[in-house]
């Protein structure tokens, strides 16, 4: 079973940084395609941006476009985002995804547990 690990959440002040990663636990795994959603409450999942395995094929929401920048490190199996000029909008649980027969907006195969970025205003 794959098993997707976010790390790098937490509070920031508004105009802030936070740089995300999420890498597969357990039997080695590397997707093809993978990508980042965010869940604030009450609200429905949303997709944010996502990358294929070179790294040429990207994707941004426009609420997050000139913002974050997703990429991948394949020689240490890690996606991240880095999430630049933070807005209180952007509060949310953020989950990684991987593979997907429709990319870029999914479903997606695999899924992590979410990490938690609040940002303050």
């Known amino acids: 079973q794959v098993q997707l690990v976010e790390s790098g959440g937490g509070l920031v002040q508004a105009g802030g940084s936070l740089r995300l990663s999420c890498a597969p636990s357990g039997r080695t795994f590397v997707a093809d395609y993978m990508g980042w959603f965010r869940q604030a409450p009450g609200k429905d999942r949303e997709f944010v941006a996502a990358i294929n395995w070179s790294g040429r094929s990207i994707y941004y929401a426009d609420s997050v476009k000139g913002r974050f920048t997703i990429s991948r490190d394949n020689a240490k199996n890690t996606m991240y985002l880095q999430m630049n000029s933070l807005k209180p909008e952007d509060t949310a649980n953020y989950y990684c995804?991987?593979?997907?027969?429709?990319?870029?907006?999914?479903?997606?195969?695999?899924w992590g547990q979410g990490t938690q970025v609040t940002v303050s205003s």
């Open positions: 995804a991987a593979q997907s027969t429709n990319w870029p907006l999914g479903p997606y195969d695999y």
